[in-house]
């Protein structure tokens, strides 16, 4: 059964600094990989989409990698801003098994 | 893009009493369908995988008789919560595959109270 893993659990750093973070899936037959951010009380927003054939994508200050081989990917954000504060859930799986979801990592931006 | 739409998105209601939540596809069609639920700081969990047409198929531990999912044509999937308690309060949410694809389309969730 897959599981996925998401750290750290939680983040506090001051705006302006580039973060990284880190996601690691058990089954590496996967279809794809999504990043979301959740803010309290909304519903998920999807930030990055990445196809098993796919190494990374970017958009705007974010970047997200995939190694499939090793079950692990990484989103990164840069120059962060306060607006950025929210948690960050990683995905895998795709296709008729749906997605399995890893706990998520609490971000904090101080302004 | 693909939209999936999910209503209502914040619903309260009395312990005891059923709530629907609806999922459509606005367009495109959905063959497959998945309901989420959330609980406070945990992860989202599958809960039951709808294929138009057809029975769900329910995770273990999820109890078909209280979360009743209907599926009943390619743009529309239901999630009705039957004599909900307080524990039943959750973030819960659908998403939805086209045809043949791989990608997955969430709806933008909805909040449930039980109070």
């Known amino acids: 059964k897959q599981e996925v893993t998401q750290i750290p659990a939680a983040l506090s750093v001051p705006e302006g600094e580039n973060l990284v973070l880190n996601c690691s899936f058990t089954?590496?037959?996967?279809?794809?990989l999504q990043w979301f951010r959740q803010d309290p009380g909304k519903g998920l927003t999807s930030l990055l989409l990445?196809?098993?054939?796919?190494r990374e994508q970017t958009s705007g200050r974010l970047n997200a990698s995939l190694d499939k081989s090793s079950g692990r990917s990484t989103l990164y954000i840069a120059a962060s801003q306060p607006g950025d504060s929210a948690t960050y859930l990683c995905?895998?799986?795709?296709?008729?098994?749906?997605?399995?979801f890893g706990k998520g990592t609490h971000l904090i931006i101080q302004p | 893009g693909a939209v999936v739409s999910q209503h209502p998105s914040r619903v309260i209601c009395k312990s005891g009493t059923s709530v629907k939540i609806e999922c459509r596809s606005l367009?495109?069609?959905?063959?497959?369908m998945f309901w989420y639920r959330q609980f406070p700081k945990k992860s989202l969990m599958l809960m039951a995988t709808?294929?138009?047409?057809?029975?769900?198929?329910?995770e273990q531990g999820v109890e078909k008789d209280k979360f009743l999912i209907n599926h009943a044509s390619l743009t529309l999937s239901t999630l009705t919560v039957t004599s909900a308690h307080p524990e039943d309060s959750s973030f819960y949410i659908c998403?939805?595959?086209?045809?043949?694809?791989?990608?997955?389309?969430f709806g933008e969730g909805s909040w449930l109270t039980v109070v």
């Open positions: 995905a895998v799986g795709g296709g008729a098994d749906g997605l399995t």
């Open positions: 998403s939805a595959t086209r045809d043949g694809r791989n990608t997955i389309y």
């Open positions: 709808s294929n138009e047409g057809s029975k769900a198929t329910y």
């Open positions: 367009d495109f069609q959905a063959t497959t």
């Open positions: 990445i196809q098993s054939s796919q």
């Open positions: 089954d590496s037959a996967i279809y794809n």
